[in-house]
């Protein structure tokens, strides 16, 4: 599968290089083309990886993720074009954390709004599924770094969608996610981020993740 990869920091080089190494083609998107970290990427994970700019990388993906900052997440699928993420399926795993606030990030947005509503409403042609945003990097690519079980949610508007990102993440090692309804499920999962902070501080890593016990 192609997929394309939206944005360079840490969360889109580490999705990046697992779904190289699954077998899938990944372009890597920045702001600009040529941009240092997606080049060093690109060597490092080998011929199915490739970069360019956040359209090159939209239009390149038959999947796409979205893994730039929150409050950068609507200018860079802006920069994506509209047109390069319609009827295409897009992961947002992006968080609204406003990360100026100290000693905490707090979040720009919750209760009654959230970022993957704002992405859905802003693009309502893309196939929105907020995943994955409720751990660290590490986890996400592969739940096996801690023991016992724990959990992973997806939200969406689009059944087939969700039908797509679940199978991407059994691939990645989720037997089992849990499907949250539609994509006003984004605010309860993105308030999950003020307490992982607080747990990421209080634990002194953040190689933790939650579980739901029935």
């Known amino acids: 599968m192609r997929i394309g990869v939206l944005g360079t920091g840490m969360v889109g080089q580490t999705i990046g290089k697992k779904l190289v190494e699954l077998g899938h083609e990944v372009r890597m998107g920045a702001r600009e083309a040529g941009n240092e970290k997606a080049r060093q990427w690109v060597m490092a994970a080998g011929p199915r990886a490739s970069h360019g700019t956040f359209s090159d990388a939209a239009a390149f993906g038959e ?123 984004s605010r309860g999962t993105e308030m999950v981020l003020p307490l992982w902070l607080r747990l990421m501080v209080t634990l002194k890593t953040p190689m933790f993740n939650l579980h739901v016990a029935r």
């Open 63 to 185: 999947v796409l993720f979205n893994c730039t900052s929150g409050d950068g997440s609507i200018p860079a699928l802006k920069a994506a074009g509209e047109k390069n993420l319609n009827d295409k399926v897009l992961i947002d795993v992006a968080n609204p954390l406003n990360v100026k606030k100290v000693p905490l990030p707090e979040l720009s947005l919750c209760n009654d709004d959230s970022l993957g509503e704002r992405i859905q409403r802003e693009f309502p042609r893309a196939r929105v599924v907020k995943s994955l945003n409720t751990m660290n990097c590490q986890l996400m690519v592969d739940p096996t770094k801690i023991p016992g079980d724990h959990d992973v949610f997806v939200c969406g508007n689009d059944e087939d969608a969700k039908s797509t990102v679940k199978e991407l993440l059994r691939e990645l090692g989720w037997a089992v996610p849990i499907d949250l309804g539609d994509i006003t499920a």
